[in-house]
């Protein structure tokens, strides 16, 4: 049971009734998923192009280069 669900629904809060408790419950789980979305995304999703960036540089650090004069 959340917190906004034992405040609405559980009595907590005076001349509410059951349903419309119930409701409001609902609405600040999902108003709290929506706020956690972006910054969840964030955190697991931002980081890969970097990733494929830095890999792309190790490459590149790793590749053997010649220096040949044309004399």
Do not use: C, Y
């Amino acid at each position: 049971m959340s917190v906004s669900e034992r405040f609405f629904a559980g009595g907590l809060v005076p001349g509410i009734s059951e349903w419309l408790g119930s409701a409001l419950s609902e609405g600040f789980t999902i108003i709290g998923w929506v706020s956690l979305w972006d910054p969840v995304e964030t955190l697991l999703f931002d980081p890969l192009p970097v990733r494929r960036e830095n890999k792309v540089l190790r490459l590149i650090l790793d590749t053997p280069i010649e220096i040949e004069s044309r004399r």
